[in-house]
């Protein structure tokens, strides 16, 4: 293989391809917060008006543990009773494992073009 | 063939600049220990408890276990190759040399990202601690955390500016003394100095056993890696290190089994004591777990040791985080996978400097502007990633290079079992996260998808293609 120059890239250019980086990862972290879609929301499915330790299923050791901690069962009750929803659609399941997989035989398909170029600029030149 | 030679004193910065002023070789075996369980450590004092939201207690117990046979995993494929690829960058360096570019491109960001949003975690416990101990020592108002987020990421920055045997000196003593207080914690609460506190029976009774049934227990593995995650930046000190070969998969492995003690302990003082709604919300509930526990100890000793344990974890963890993630930039910058101006060594110092100030802000954007389970899940998310990798890797690396072709520090046993059982659980875990978090999964691989093309497609051009290639190896077999 000829031996591959790289070109020389100007600060300017080293400068924006930072900011498109940096701008590409605090939009996958802050898009889906900003829109709402950043899942993980637990839901109360019966919040109980006026709750006692009893009403919300707790022992009398959950209890004292709870009010050794500075509870009251006011105050404890959205955070006993709320639960993930862990349902889902094997649609949804499906896409996620068809984007997992893709993005692996993406990366390695690719990895595998230039990594030959590599070998063969390090070995094969001589 | 062989232009570089990683034992060199006097060309310890390899890449393809092959700069005389490289990064400083003065490392032992207890550093590395230092860098991997510091990291880690703050897993037990923080985080860990949203396994139990997830499942509840005895599913963040099974989930405990099975990350740590995952880990377990990490550290002895990991182990291997770095005896061998001993370069800082770690894994990045790996994938460079073993896989392929875009993948070294993209393991390079799973590092960066894992440990600056672990780096931001962090920050963020701190400043929760600090505002709690204002609270119990009288201050009557809501105490502001952001001063204390951003002055001890400036801190611990400035401290690895300034050079990494200080900077993991400091480690080695802050880690040791987190993990003594959770020995000592144990050891009082348990019964077996004094009266025991423990309450497992009565706390995890009924409902509380297994609250969302067995699929708590699948669900729960996506913030059981908390307990472990980072272990694997021992790697990333492979070219500070005085003895790679030897040093490496000693501190690594070592470290690995103080995590699996301090992991199981962790469980088992806290369910013992908080109950599992209040433990498992770490946002609303049990930021702090351990420290948690303490105060319901009655004993003023314990609450003391174990805000300072859980600060002195959470530095330790920021800490080797900036140390880990600036040389796996340092490294895509000398390389030219990033612009080259973050591949320089400070010429005093000798650490990588311009990678090290450029993180601060980015790890200050996402402690002060996220929440800490959606900080802690892109950081897993980045682990996880980076963990499905290795397999690859692995099987790759023992067939391009069978075992007689290279010699390694350290040989893992049982190949390719390690592989196969780590893909499994990386799989699981993926299902895991998929439940309750299955957007920020989409994201963050539709993020890594969009950066490789814009490696591939633009990026790339800029970079030497053979000498990249630094390992004094043979050619590969099949090429």
């Known amino acids: 293989m000829a031996h591959y120059t790289p070109p020389h890239q100007g600060k300017l250019g080293q400068l924006i391809d930072v900011i498109v980086l940096v701008v590409l990862t605090l939009g996958a972290l802050f898009v889906p917060l900003k829109l709402g879609m950043s899942g993980a929301a637990k839901v109360i499915a019966a919040p109980i008006e006026n709750p006692t330790w009893e009403a919300l299923g707790q022992s009398p050791v959950q209890a004292a543990q709870y009010e050794a901690l500075g509870y009251t069962p006011a105050s404890a009750h959205d955070l006993i009773l709320a639960r993930f929803d862990y349902s889902f659609t094997m649609g949804g399941l499906i896409a996620m494992i068809v984007v997992i997989v893709l993005y692996y035989v993406l990366m390695l398909k690719f990895s595998e073009t230039e990594y030959r170029d590599v070998i063969a600029e390090k070995f094969d030149r001589k | ?479």
């Not at chain 2, 207080?181 to 009924?206: N, R, W």
């Not at chain 2, 300072?308 to 040389?327: E, P, V």
């Not at chain 2, 390690?418 to 699981?428: D, G, K």
């Open chain 2, 1 to 479: 063939m062989a232009d570089t030679d990683i034992g060199s004193k006097t060309m310890d910065g390899m890449g393809p600049h092959g700069t005389k002023v490289g990064l400083l070789r003065v490392l032992g075996p207890a550093h590395v220990w230092a860098l991997g369980v510091g990291i880690v450590l703050v897993g037990e004092y923080m985080g860990w408890n949203f396994a139990v939201g997830k499942g509840g207690a005895y599913a963040a117990l099974i989930a405990c276990w099975f990350a740590g046979i995952l880990y377990t995993c990490v550290a002895m494929i990991d182990s291997e190759v770095t005896s061998t690829v001993a370069a800082a960058g770690g894994q990045y360096t790996q994938a460079k040399h073993i896989v392929g570019p875009l993948m070294a491109f993209n393991v390079g960001l799973y590092l960066v990202f894992a440990y600056t949003m672990l780096e931001a975690g962090n920050a963020i416990t701190a400043g929760y601690l600090i505002s709690v101990v204002a609270g119990m020592s009288g201050y009557e108002g809501v105490l502001d955390q952001r001063p204390f987020i951003i002055l001890s990421i400036l801190f611990l920055a400035w401290l690895n500016y300034r050079g990494v045997l200080a900077t993991l000196t400091f480690n080695l003593v802050i880690t040791a003394i987190a993990f003594v207080a959770i020995i000592v914690l144990f050891l009082s609460t348990s019964g077996i100095l004094g009266g025991g506190i423990m309450q497992h029976k009565a706390l995890m009774e009924g409902a509380a056993a297994l609250p969302y049934g067995w699929i708590g227990i699948l669900a729960a593995m996506h913030f059981g890696l908390w307990f472990y995650l980072g272990i694997e930046g021992t790697t990333q000190a492979a070219e500070e290190v005085r003895s790679p070969a030897r040093s490496l998969p000693f501190g690594t492995l070592a470290g690995i089994m103080t995590l699996l003690i301090a992991a199981t302990l962790t469980w088992y003082i806290c369910t013992g004591v908080l109950p599992w709604e209040f433990l498992g919300d770490g946002v609303n509930g049990s930021v702090a777990p351990l420290f948690d526990t303490a105060r319901l100890s009655g004993s003023d000793g314990l609450i003391w040791l174990l805000g300072i344990g859980t600060l002195f974890a959470t530095l330790a963890s920021a800490n080797g985080c900036i140390n880990d993630a600036s040389r796996a930039w340092f490294s895509m910058g000398r390389d030219k996978y990033l612009p080259g101006w973050f591949g320089a060594v400070h010429p005093k110092y000798r650490t990588p400097y311009r990678s090290i100030i450029f993180l601060v802000p980015i790890a200050l954007i996402f402690a002060l502007g996220a929440p800490l389970d959606q900080v802690i899940t892109f950081s897993i998310l980045s682990g996880l990633l980076g963990y499905t990798f290795m397999p690859l890797n692995i099987i790759m690396f023992r067939r391009k290079w069978p075992l007689d072709s290279i010699k390694r520090g350290y040989e893992h046993p049982f190949h390719p079992l390690p592989a196969i059982v780590l893909l499994a659980l990386c799989a699981i875990t993926f299902f895991a996260v998929f439940l309750g978090y299955g957007t920020q999964l989409v994201a963050m691989i539709g993020f890594y998808i969009v950066v490789s093309l814009w490696f591939h497609f633009w990026r790339y051009r800029f970079v030497s293609r053979g000498a990249q290639f630094t390992m004094p190896w043979p050619k590969p077999k099949g090429y």
